[in-house]
């Protein structure tokens, strides 16, 4: 269940009675406390997927997703957002996990080679269609095959390349900010971004040191992570301007689409992209980000949305649109989740790297039986099979709440 008490994981084992007896392993990333409220709601979701032959579920995916999101009480504390999603999320993830190993391949190359219909017959289009259809999506696909296998080795040879956020946290001393950007500078990274939003003339002093730090051919981002009213949002980017950011993230709430467009719209004179998606619950509220021209960078995650199955359409979509897709991954194996899927869109769907990239944050890898390789500050495809969800069992039992050793000596000294 939990890593800390800051960074934890509703974390899903499907075991198989097979005689190969594989385990397909699903993880959502939630934040202390909630984590005991999506566990439960995976407990009311298990059901669905006991003593299902994994064939069944697999040769009619969309009919199982269609399932699980349609769970008619369950549905009522959604539908599709929220804690019952981010429990789907996590019943799938170990789904497509499981999927992967059978097939003995890594998860982004299960989806690379997998024919353009079954692939789509994963996806549930429902509320999509007046943006998408299904036929519009083979389109998208069949052209995705022209130079799929040169994309692939490009991939291979060079990774998908990568932003840190592990160098400007708010709080962060302007020392600890330094020698964090010059250890970053010395390994390569060439995309920074810095967190901004609580004293205007601090983020300035931030910004300003952070730029000259790296330079002005380097790129920066910015973000707010929901902070601002709308007008206030525009008012303070306006004042960060000079520091030439590519985009500011999440600088209002993450549901208020037209709020987004308004600032979308405001921003452009200042060459400032609107970038969201983290806390966007669903395919419905991105199709609307995208109608309304309320967002130049598109933020998936491999959580917040009901698993592969979402976020294939969702890619897609993106796709449609042209607008570059650099998901999120702040959290604890999201980075190992997500790099398949920002592979896979490269080499069958978007077929461009032009101001694209996979956000990478440098903590809790060590839990993880396949963890992130980074190499040049680029994610380097996984070779092992599966969706690298799977944690050492050692760290699964340290930090398992509440009879963790970890956690009964933080519960200890609470007591004490």
């Known amino acids: 269940q939990h890593t800390d008490p ?25 934040l202390g406390k909630g984590t005991d409220v999506v566990v439960c709601a995976v407990n009311a979701l298990a059901h669905h997927v006991l003593n299902k032959d994994l064939r069944d579920i697999v040769g009619d995916f969309r009919g199982f997703y269609r399932q699980l999101t349609s769970d008619g009480q369950l549905r009522w504390i959604g539908p599709e957002k929220g804690v019952v ?42 509320y999509i269609t007046d943006v998408l259809t299904e036929e519009e999506a083979y389109e998208i696909l069949q052209k995705g095959q022209v130079g799929k296998k040169e994309r692939e080795e490009q991939m291979l040879m060079h990774g998908y390349p990568a932003y840190t956020t592990s160098c400007a946290w708010l709080g962060y001393s302007d020392d600890t900010l330094k020698q964090l950007c010059a250890k970053a500078l010395r390994d390569g990274w060439t995309r920074f971004k810095v967190k901004v939003g609580a004293d205007l003339q601090d983020d300035i ?36 301007a000079e520091f030439k950011p590519l985009w500011i993230e999440e600088p209002t709430s993450p549901d208020d689409i037209l709020g987004h467009a308004t600032i979308s ?25 995208l109608q309304a021209k309320a967002l130049q960078f598109l933020q998936i995650d491999s959580c917040r949305l009901g698993s592969v199955n979402e976020n294939l359409s ?91 050793e970890v956690w009964k000596k933080l519960l200890a000294a609470q007591d004490n």
């Open 6 to 30: 800051d960074y934890s994981a509703a974390y899903v084992v499907l075991e198989t009675d097979a005689e190969d007896g594989l385990k397909g392993y699903g993880i959502t990333f939630t």
């Open 85 to 126: 999603h981010l429990a789907t999320a996590a019943v799938l993830n170990a789904v497509w996990d499981l999927w992967a190993k059978q097939e003995g391949k890594p998860l982004w190359k299960l989806l690379v080679d997998m024919d353009p219909r079954t692939l789509l017959s994963c996806i549930d289009f429902r």
């Open 205 to 240: 002093r931030r910004c300003r040191l952070i730029r000259n730090m790296i330079g002005p051919e380097k790129t920066l981002m910015m973000d707010a992570n929901q902070r601002w009213d709308v007008p206030e949002a525009i008012e303070w980017m306006s004042k960060l």
């Open 265 to 289: 719209k405001a921003l452009v004179p200042l060459g400032i992209g609107v970038a969201t998606g983290e806390q966007c619950q669903n395919r419905v509220i991105f199709k609307q980000l």
């Open 314 to 404: 969702v890619l897609l979509m993106a796709k449609k649109f042209e607008i570059p897709v650099c998901p999120h991954a702040g959290g604890v194996g999201l980075c190992e989740l997500v790099q398949h899927l920002i592979i896979f869109d490269f080499i069958s769907v978007s077929a461009s790297l032009k101001n694209r990239m996979c956000e990478y944050v440098d903590h809790l890898h060590e839990h993880f039986r396949y963890p992130v390789i980074i190499k040049k500050a680029s994610y380097m495809p996984p070779k092992d099979s599966g969706y690298s969800t799977e944690m050492k069992e050692e760290s699964v039992k340290k930090h398992q709440y509440p009879d963790g």
